[in-house]
């Protein structure tokens, strides 16, 4: 059974940076999208990027687009690490941040994959991280 395991939350001023980890391991981990979610006091859960393993880019939602990136480790002993870099962090990037994983099959699916928006699509969930942006 796949397990995520989530790192890298904290405190930043506003403008700052963090680094995220979500740690996927497990038999066929290679074939799982990861997609990082964030929610906000109050506020839904919210996509904010979508990663496989045999992608080169990842899709981000338009509230991220331009400040966060992401890249895939592959770290070997079926696990593979999905990194998500927050650059230019404001206020509303506040939340805690998780990582969710969905299983897309083949390499060549993994490679079209789009992720699914709602939250029941996703079979493992990871554990949260908190995000604070604040001065």
């Known amino acids: 059974q796949l397990q995520l395991v989530e790192s890298g939350g904290g405190l930043v001023q506003p403008g700052g940076s963090l680094n995220l980890s979500c740690t996927a391991s497990?038999?066929?981990?290679?074939?799982?999208?990861i997609r990082w979610f964030r929610q906000a006091p109050g506020k839904e859960r919210e996509g904010v990027s979508c990663?496989?393993?045999?992608?080169?880019?990842?899709?981000?939602?338009a509230s991220v687009k331009g400040r966060f990136t992401a890249s895939i480790e592959n770290n070997g002993n079926r696990k593979n690490t999905v990194h998500l870099q927050m650059n230019s962090l404001t206020p509303d990037d506040t939340g805690v941040y998780y990582c969710?994983?969905?299983?897309?099959?083949?390499?060549?699916?993994?490679?079209?994959?789009?992720?699914?928006?709602?939250?029941?699509?996703?079979?493992?969930w990871g554990q949260g991280t908190q995000v604070t942006v604040s001065s």
């Open positions: 990663t496989t393993n045999f992608r080169r880019t990842s899709n981000f939602a």
């Open positions: 497990g038999p066929t981990f290679q074939y799982y999208a």
């Open positions: 969710a994983a969905v299983f897309c099959y083949s390499e060549n699916l993994c490679r079209e994959f789009v992720c699914p928006e709602g939250r029941n699509d996703y079979e493992t």
